[in-house]
């Protein structure tokens, strides 16, 4: 199993980012997928969550309105599209498979965001 | 909010230690989805327990899960150098949403 993350890197408050994740070694399709964060030196937080068909989305509250997470079920591929960041969006960003309904099984290594001017 | 674990524990080689995970009846009480990861130092977390007690192939018999009430629990028997990591709980709070907990760093003693 492999969840590789790319997209990361150092943005400006109120900027925009968008991470990627490919997947391989699993059936894409048979698992809800989700980003997970951390901020440096702290723990793990839950940011959302994309059923198989995308049918259901769930964001967590200190990042409603401002993410977006999508998948393309053909390439393997899920996204998360990151506007007007803040400071405290500065984080690893881990791409995760759940089981649903349980939390994540699979984690991909991570990607580091840092939102400063 | 996060689950309530406890800062740090710790004990020697062989011996064992038990780390908590409290949170209420909308999550851990209410559902046997709770799940507990490893993370050592700059890697990502690794899942080590899953709906409470199941362990996934590779994960040793010395990692166990329980749960009573609002509390789940994660007991490392046998404890060996490699453990000393942090340690997480997380579990469904409904309506899509998952928690996690504050987090436990393990030291071997």
């Known amino acids: 199993v492999q969840l590789v993350e790319s997209g990361g890197g150092l943005v400006k408050p109120g900027g925009s980012l968008r991470l990627s994740c490919v997947s391989s070694?699993?059936?894409?399709?048979?698992?809800?997928m989700g980003w997970v964060r951390q901020a440096p030196g702290k723990g793990l937080e839950w940011v959302s969550y994309i059923s198989s068909t995308a049918g259901t989305i769930s964001y967590a509250d200190s990042v409603k309105g401002r993410f977006t997470i999508s998948r393309d079920n053909a390439n393997n591929a899920l996204y998360l599209q990151m506007n007007n960041l803040r400071a405290e969006d500065t984080a690893v960003y881990y791409c995760?498979?759940?089981?649903?309904?349980?939390?994540?099984?699979?984690w991909g290594q991570g990607t580091l965001v840092t939102v400063s001017s | 909010s996060a689950l309530t674990q406890p800062p740090s524990a710790s004990g020697s080689p062989g011996q064992s230690v038990t780390i908590s995970c409290t949170g209420t009846?909308?999550?851990?009480?209410?559902?046997?989805?709770v799940s507990w990861y490893q993370q050592h130092p700059g890697q990502a977390p690794k899942l080590i327990i899953y709906?409470?007690?199941k362990r996934p192939s590779g994960v040793p018999d010395r990692f166990s899960g329980s749960k009573s009430g609002k509390t789940a629990s994660l007991t490392v028997s046998g404890l060996q150098a490699e453990d000393e990591a942090d340690y997480y709980c997380?579990?469904?709070?409904?309506?899509?949403?998952?928690?996690f907990g504050t987090g436990t760093k393990v030291t071997v003693l």
């Open positions: 997380s579990s469904y709070a409904g309506a899509n949403n998952y928690l």
């Open positions: 009846n909308s999550d851990v009480g209410g559902y046997n989805f």
């Open positions: 995760v498979a759940h089981d649903k309904p349980n939390p994540p099984h699979y």
């Open positions: 070694g699993f059936s894409f399709t048979d698992y809800y």
């Open positions: 709906e409470v007690v």
